[in-house]
Nanobody
Framework: VQLQASGGGLVQAGGSLRLSCAFS????????MAWFRQAPGKEREFVAH???????SYADSVKGRFTISRDNAKNTVYLQMTSLKTEDTAVYYC????????????WGEGTLVTVSS
């Protein structure tokens, strides 16, 4: 499995950004997909997950502001981020796995999101 994340950048607080993650190498619909992030000096943390049937779950810190979705025709998962805060600044990683959130077997290179005040 190969994962390619894109869409990061610099945005002002309160703004929006959409991340994309292109999946290849296996059958996309067999996999749950997730976004994690790692802020400077902090451990990587869970952000959002979407399973094969589009059921979703979110970290409390992003609930109501971020939306994860998937387009099975394009083998792509998205993370729509709104009402961004400076504390959302991090490298965002997409991941894939056939188990739950704790069984992400494949990871992509990260994409940097910087939220300025």
């Amino acid at each position: 499995v190969q994962l390619q994340a894109s869409g990061g950048g610099l945005v002002q607080a309160g703004g929006s950004l959409r991340l994309s993650c292109a999946f290849s190498g296996r059958t996309f619909t067999y996999y749950g997909m997730a976004w994690f992030r790692q802020a400077p000096g902090k451990e990587r943390e869970f952000v959002a997950h979407i399973n094969w049937s589009a059921g979703t779950s979110y970290a409390d810190s992003v609930k109501g502001r971020f939306t994860i979705s998937r387009d099975n025709a394009k083998n792509t998962v998205y993370l729509q981020m709104t009402s961004l805060k400076t504390e959302d600044t991090a490298v965002y990683y997409c991941a894939a796995g056939r188990g739950g959130i704790n069984n992400m077997n494949y990871w992509g290179e990260g994409t940097l999101v910087t939220v300025s005040s």
